[in-house]
Every structure is written in structure tokens, then in C-alpha cells.
């Protein structure tokens, strides 16, 4: 299926899908849901892309079907073919589930700090996972450079490299942000997300700007929303990439320019603390029955300070990455929390 496909899905006037082929034909599409707090408190319109409505659970679904069928259309995967990818979870689910369905089968190699529901559901769906310490990028032992080396070590195999794999952008060009364009009749203000590989951000900013050019208008302002501890905020802000402090969020954070970051125009950076996203993703789970996983609130945190900065009447678009069944051990958990000094939601304290 070509990737242009959904997003003839997504502006389906009923608001039903057409039957889709296989799970591959799932991917995309997904919902854009006005947030009713955020909105009503700013005097916007905040409005976050349900990438948890994805087959896999993730905005990584996106990203993984375009770096096989890019794959694929090189003539560098080939039948019975293994893909072999460093990720920190949803990228390893996601190219799983799509390797399931086009016949290919997957190494995944993740860092063991991430959440073991992430790990426990990519065993479940048949990954060959391996499990490595977490390492800083420059250390070989990183999960980048170990998945890079198996696959080169490995019969029939490809290396997705998500990071610096520009097709992971192009997958965002050409449905993500035409899906959000004709959700909203082309009147987007401002787009904001975090970065793991970059991918979202480059390719959704791409894909505006090229639709805002085609139907005259102005191009929406693009702005980073960055955890603690990654360097990209300092990056937008003073080209200055040094790292301090940390965060719980997981699948987000940068310490470099990926492949897919380079030649963007980013506007502007917010830097979100972890107690100001999860004040975001508890509300969203208590009073609007948004279930949502770290990254989400960085971006949903994010989105709300654009929207006071703009001030009222504006449309501002996030991407809501993942849900919150993924981080129930530690998001949702009161003795994870309370190790770090963090609110407990209310309703489990
Ligand atoms: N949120 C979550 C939960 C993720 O797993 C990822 C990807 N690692 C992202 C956000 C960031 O997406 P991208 O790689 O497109 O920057």
C-alpha cells in the first residue's frame, strides 16, 4: 500500500474508514482530538494527533512501515529478510508488526531501562529481543551502535537506523501532516512535538510547510518540546547541543542532529519538566479520558505555553505518541513516582 493511501482515510467525510488491507492498511488515519482543558483554559484550540490509536500503540507505526517499504522499493530487504533496529521500544513494536504481516522477521535491541511493559509486549508479538546496559551515545556498547554491528553481522539483513534513516521523516511528510492539514482545513498556527530520532518534527514540519505554500498560506510556527536532560532545546535556542538534567519520559530526548533533523527550520523550544507533564497526562486520564504516556505530556505541556504565548483564537497541534498501558510500572505506579519526587495521580494515591 502506498503511504498516500491513508490520508484518504483520514479526511473521510463520515468520519468512518474505508475497510483497510491488512494492519499496514490501520497505520495512519488516526484522530485529531480537541482537548477540552488545555483549549478552554487558554482561550485556543489545542488539538493532539491520537498516534496511540496506531496498530502498535505508537506514532512509531508510521515510521517503521515507511522505513520498510522504503526498504523494500532499495531492493535491500529482501524476502525472509530480518530487520535489526536500536529503539527504545515503540520503533522495535511497530517494525515487528509490520515485519509480521509482510513475511520479514525482527532483531531489536533496547536499552534495559525502558518500561517493562515495552519490553514484555515485544516479546509477546515474536521479536528477537536483546537487552543492552544503557549507554551514552558516544560509548560503542549504545543500542544504536549494537544493532548497527548485528546487522552487519547478520545473513539477509537490514538496518532500519531510524535516526538517520530519512525515509522515517518522509513516512511523517507525506501522512502526518497531511492528515492534520485537511483535519483542520489548513488553519494550523503552530505545531509542537518532542524528538527521539526527530522524525515527527522534521517530517510533519516539512509536510506543512509544503501545504501551506500549496494553498497560500502562512506556514505554521514550528516549535520543539524537549524533556530535561536532552540537548536540543539549547540546540534551537543558542546552537549549543550540552546536556543537563534528566526525565522519566521515555523515546524522546537528543544529545545530537540526526539525519532526520538536519536542514529543518525549528522556530522556537520549550523545555518541559517531568512534574509539569505529568500534571498534563493525570489530568487528560482523570477529567478527559485521554490515557497518555510521558512523551505526550512533554507535548501536551508544550502546546499549552504556545497557546498562552500566542493568546486566545489560535490552533495549536501536538501528537499524543503513545498511551499510558505502556507505563503503568512507572508512570501510574505511586512507589515509582514517589522515588523521584513526583506528584502520585490522585485516584492511586
Ligand atoms: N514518544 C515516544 C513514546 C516514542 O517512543 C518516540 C520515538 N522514540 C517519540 C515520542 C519520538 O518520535 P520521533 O522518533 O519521531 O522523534
Not at 503511504?3 to 491488512?22: L, V
Not at 483554559?41 to 522505513?67: H, Q, W
Not at 529482501?78 to 522495535?92: C, D, L, S, Y
Not at 497541534?317 to 502520585?344: E, H, M, W
Request: aromatic share 6%; glycine share 14%.
Amino acid at each position: 500500500m502506498q503511504m498516500t493511501d491513508q490520508n484518504t482515510q483520514a479526511s473521510s467525510p463520515t468520519g468512518w474508514q474505508t475497510p483497510s488491507e491488512g494492519m499496514i492498511g490501520a497505520i495512519g488515519g488516526t484522530p485529531l482530538i480537541r482537548l477540552r482543558e488545555a483549549s478552554d483554559a487558554t482561550g485556543c484550540a489545542i488539538y493532539g494527533k491520537a498516534e496511540f490509536m496506531n496498530p502498535g500503540g505508537s506514532v512509531k507505526d508510521r515510521a517503521a512501515l515507511a522505513i520498510i517499504l522504503d526498504a523494500e522499493r532499495r531492493g535491500t530487504l529482501r524476502p525472509g529478510g530480518t530487520i535489526v533496529e536500536g529503539t527504545a521500544g515503540n520503533t522495535g513494536i511497530g517494525l515487528t508488526l509490520v515485519a509480521k504481516a509482510r513475511g520479514y522477521r525482527t532483531i531489536i535491541v533496547m536499552p534495559e531501562t525502558q518500561s517493562r511493559e515495552k519490553i514484555d509486549f515485544l516479546r509477546m508479538i515474536g521479536a528477537d529481543l536483546r537487552l543492552v546496559p544503557a549507554k551514552p551515545f558516544r560509548d560503542p556498547g549504545n543500542y544504536v551502535h549494537v544493532s548497527r554491528r548485528l546487522a552487519e553481522e547478520t545473513e539477509n539483513a537490514v538496518w532500519a537506523n531510524q535516526f538517520d534513516n530519512t525515509a522515517n521523516r518522509e513516512g511523517h511528510r507525506t501522512t502526518t501532516a497531511r492528515e492534520i492539514w485537511s483535519q483542520l482545513d489548513g488553519r494550523v498556527d503552530a505545531f509542537t512535538c518532542a524528538c527521539g530520532t526527530g522524525g515527527t518534527l522534521a517530517g510533519v514540519a516539512m509536510g506543512l510547510g509544503e501545504c501551506a505554500a500549496r494553498d497560500g498560506r502562512a506556514r505554521p510556527e514550528i516549535v520543539l518540546a524537549d524533556p530535561e536532560g536532552s540537548g536540543l532545546y539549547g540546540w534551537v535556542k543558542a546552537n549549543d547541543l550540552s546536556v543537563s538534567g534528566s526525565s522519566i519520559t521515555e523515546g524522546i530526548g537528543q544529545s545530537r542532529v540526526t539525519g532526520n533533523l538536519e536542514g529543518i527550520a525549528i522556530d522556537d523550544a520549550e523545555r518541559i519538566p517531568d512534574a509539569e507533564a505529568l500534571e498534563q497526562i493525570f489530568a487528560l486520564q482523570d477529567r478527559e479520558g485521554i490515557s497518555l504516556g510521558g512523551s505526550a505530556g512533554i507535548n501536551v505541556a508544550a502546546a499549552i505555553r504556545i497557546a498562552k504565548r500566542l493568546g486566545p483564537g489560535h490552533r495549536i497541534v501536538t501528537i499524543l505518541c503513545d498511551g499510558g498501558a505502556r507505563y503503568q510500572s512507572k508512570l501510574f505506579n505511586p512507589a515509582f513516582l514517589q522515588g523521584k519526587g513526583l506528584p502520585t495521580p490522585p485516584w492511586l494515591d
